[in-house]
């Protein structure tokens, strides 16, 4: 992992360390106001994505794929391979639960489609039928 990547994700875990970020149950991502009160803390790319922006002064933000997030909190932020993706098992972009992300590298991802038409394979046939 890179530098530039390394610091990213290491920012975004002091926010979740000192509750100004918290990882629901559901795989969403919350920001926490002055109140205490969470509100949600990522919106919906034009790719159907979930990502977390976060101001970070001077008027820069820190932009993170939620799904990558949730990931490297679960796993620990050197668990996430920056030459792999994170897979959506139930092809469904906006389902960031845990139990529904793998990492996988890309051309595994390609393999395994977009869930969109018949020609996608299930991860758990890949894998049990993946010949080394």
Excluded at 104 to 121: A, R
């Amino acid at each position: 992992m890179d530098e530039k990547m390394r610091k990213k994700f290491d920012y975004l875990m002091d926010l979740i360390n000192q509750k100004k970020l918290v990882i629901g149950e559901n795989g969403r991502v919350y920001k926490v106001d002055v109140n205490g009160e969470l509100f949600p803390g990522e919106y919906l790319t034009g790719y159907g994505y979930y990502q977390v922006s976060v101001y970070i002064g001077n008027y820069k933000y820190l932009h993170c794929l939620s799904h990558r997030l949730i990931y490297a909190y679960h796993h620990g932020i050197d668990a996430l391979n920056p030459k792999m993706v994170i897979h959506h098992l139930d092809f469904d972009k906006t389902n960031n639960h845990i139990s529904n992300l793998v990492q996988i590298t890309k051309q595994e991802n390609s393999i395994l489609g977009d869930g969109t038409n018949n020609n996608y394979v299930n991860y758990y046939d890949f894998k049990k039928n993946k010949i080394n």
